[in-house]
């Protein structure tokens, strides 16, 4: 019997609203909390669309922002942001070693490949590339 319907295993952000996480989370590591603006430049991105992703993502419970404050993941947000995070890091490094892809070429299709690979093909990766380890994936 053939199957030709994708199942989504897990529940998922949109592309863009990981790309908002992702940035929170490496702009966390810095610093606890998180201004829009931060976010904006980061992004390159007006401060409005940084308003609707960050509703968004609290609306998700992955961001708490008291009104007029500054961002601050929550626990279930800085897990997804390192998952992410993660994939991104796994993605480019097989392209760049295995597959001899040049740094930026690799940078931007990881970007694009982060959002749509599962978690197990992310823990296949890093096994192949001798990388597991007791992080998020």
Do not use: W
């Amino acid at each position: 019997m053939k199957h030709n319907k994708c199942h989504h295993l897990e529940k998922k952000l949109s592309p863009s609203r990981e790309e908002y996480l992702k940035a929170i989370y490496k702009l966390s590591e810095r610093t606890q909390l998180v201004r829009s603006i931060d976010i904006a430049v980061y992004l390159g991105v007006s401060k409005p669309s940084v308003h609707s992703a960050v509703t968004t993502l609290q609306k998700e419970g992955l961001v708490i922002k008291p009104l007029g404050g500054e961002i601050q993941l929550t626990e279930e947000g800085r897990k997804q942001g390192e998952i992410i995070t993660t994939k991104f890091q796994v993605i480019s490094q097989f392209l760049i070693t295995c597959c001899d892809v040049n740094e930026l070429i690799a940078s931007a299709d990881a970007c694009k490949i982060e959002h749509i690979i599962s978690n197990d093909a992310i823990l296949a990766l890093k096994k192949y590339l001798g990388l597991v380890q007791g992080d998020a994936l």
